[in-house]
C-alpha cells in the first residue's frame, strides 16, 4: 500500500503521484477550493450584517453644547469609542448640555476619564423605546444635576 503526500490515506492501486482523496470523494484541490468558498461566504454574510448593524437612519444624533458629535453631517465615527469632553466642557461647570435623538442610540456620561463607572456616577442620555416618535430628543445638562458639570467621559451605543 502507498502513502500519498503525508497523509494516511492508502489505496492499493494508486501512487503517491496520482491525486489522493479526501474523505468526501473530491479530489484534495477540489475539497480545498469548496472549503476556501465556505469560509468566504460566511465572512462576508457576517461583515454585512454588521454593517446593517451599524447604519444609522437620519433621525439618530448626539449633540454636546448644540454641535453635532454623532450624525447630521458629523457622521458616525463616534458611535462606539470611549470620548472625552472638550477641555472647556470639562472646566466649565455649567456645561456641557448633552441632546441625543432618535429611539436607537444612547449616550452613558461618566464622571471619570477613559469611560470608568465610578459608584452611581454616570448618566445615560437617550431613549432607547421604538414605540416612541422616531424624532424623539432626550437632553441633559448641570441644570438636571451640577455634579453633571464636573462628569469628563462619554461613550454612544445603539440600543
Known amino acids: 500500500l502507498n502513502q500519498c503526500r503525508g ?9 503517491c503521484h496520482e491525486p489522493c482523496r479526501a474523505r468526501v470523494g473530491f479530489p484534495l484541490p477540489v475539497a480545498m477550493q469548496l472549503h476556501a468558498v465556505l469560509v468566504a461566504a460566511l465572512a462576508l454574510a457576517a461583515s454585512g450584517a454588521l454593517v ?12 454636546i453644547e448644540n454641535a453635532p458629535i454623532l450624525g447630521d453631517g458629523a457622521g458616525e ?3 462606539n ?6 477641555d472647556q466642557h470639562v472646566s466649565n461647570p455649567a456645561a ?6 432618535g429611539t436607537g442610540i444612547k449616550m452613558t456620561v461618566f464622571l471619570r476619564g477613559r469611560c470608568e463607572a465610578y ?10 423605546d421604538s414605540g416612541m416618535p422616531a424624532d424623539t430628543c432626550d437632553v441633559y ?3 438636571q444635576s451640577a455634579a453633571f458639570g464636573h462628569y469628563q467621559s ?3 451605543e445603539q440600543c
Open 77 to 79: 465615527e463616534a458611535l
Open 7 to 15: 497523509l494516511k490515506i492508502r489505496h492499493p492501486s494508486r501512487s
Open 119 to 128: 459608584y452611581e456616577h454616570s448618566v445615560t442620555v437617550g431613549k432607547c
Open 81 to 86: 469609542q470611549c470620548r472625552e469632553f472638550a
Open 96 to 101: 456641557p448640555t448633552v441632546k441625543v435623538c
Open 141 to 143: 445638562s448641570p441644570a
Open 52 to 63: 446593517r448593524k451599524s447604519e444609522l437612519d437620519i433621525n439618530q444624533k448626539v449633540y
Open 154 to 156: 462619554y461613550k454612544i
